[in-house]
């Protein structure tokens, strides 16, 4: 059964601490994306990687980074976390090619103190 | 520029046909999909069409495209309660650009 795990479901911290939210996939997919989800404002991309080592600016990479180091992992990173980046975030990988599915994780409820 | 509009609530009773509309503006779109999700959950791949497709059906769910008109609609036959949601469509401009996703229906089935 294939599978994108984020490995946190909630998570609570505190404005100006580094939080790292981590995605793992198991189906040897090149693409990732983060998105947050908000209510009214549906998903709007953060950043996308098509490979190791690579990395897409999406359409709201303001204030967060991302790093993929191996194939299978694909991080989100919050250098100093702000009240507004309360939200849902969400993993999900892809295959290339056209028509290929994308795979979400069950996201990451983060809250922002 | 890429924009997929659907309208935010719908709201049907149990048995009725559900129908969730969706608009797109890019005419290059190449496949264009439907996605949902349950509370609490990531999303789930529902259906998805081809461009070059009118319909689509599997089992209650029929999807119909209009490219003139640019339109997409998703059909749930006989409304489950378990069919309550959020569903999101989706366009794909080619293989490897980011899905461009509408902001979501909600979907209440009222028993």
């Known amino acids: 059964d294939v599978k994108v795990t984020q490995s946190s479901r909630y998570l609570v911290k505190r404005t100006g601490e580094k939080v790292f939210l981590e995605c793992v996939q198991d189906m040897d997919h090149e693409n990732m994306f983060w998105y947050r989800q908000d209510p009214g404002l549906g998903l709007r991309l953060i950043y996308f990687?098509?490979?190791?080592?690579?990395?897409e600016k999406g359409d709201i990479p303001e204030g967060y980074s991302v790093s993929r180091e191996k194939k299978e992992r694909f991080s989100l990173i919050l250098e100093s976390a702000s009240t507004n980046q309360t939200s849902m975030y969400l993993c999900?990988?892809?295959?290339?090619?056209?028509?290929?599915?994308?795979?979400f994780g069950s996201g990451t409820q983060l809250s922002v103190l | 520029g890429e924009d997929v509009e659907q309208s935010l609530f719908l709201s049907v009773r149990e048995g009725d046909s559900s129908v969730i509309n969706c608009t797109y503006t890019d005419s290059s779109s190449t496949y264009l999909y439907w996605y949902k999700q349950e509370p609490g959950a990531g999303l789930q791949l529902l259906t998805y069409?081809?461009?070059?497709?009118d319909m689509k059906q599997d089992q209650r769910l029929t999807v119909l495209l209009n490219k003139k008109d640019k339109h997409l609609s998703l059909r749930i036959a006989d409304t489950q309660t378990g069919d309550s949601a959020i569903y999101f469509c989706?366009?794909?401009?080619?293989?490897?650009?980011?899905?461009?996703f509408g902001k979501g229906t909600r979907l209440s089935v009222i028993a």
């Open positions: 989706a366009e794909s401009l080619s293989g490897n650009t980011p899905l461009v």
């Open positions: 990687s098509y490979d190791v080592k690579m990395k």
């Open positions: 069409i081809f461009s070059n497709m």
């Open positions: 999900a990988s892809t295959g290339q090619g056209a028509g290929e599915k994308l795979f």
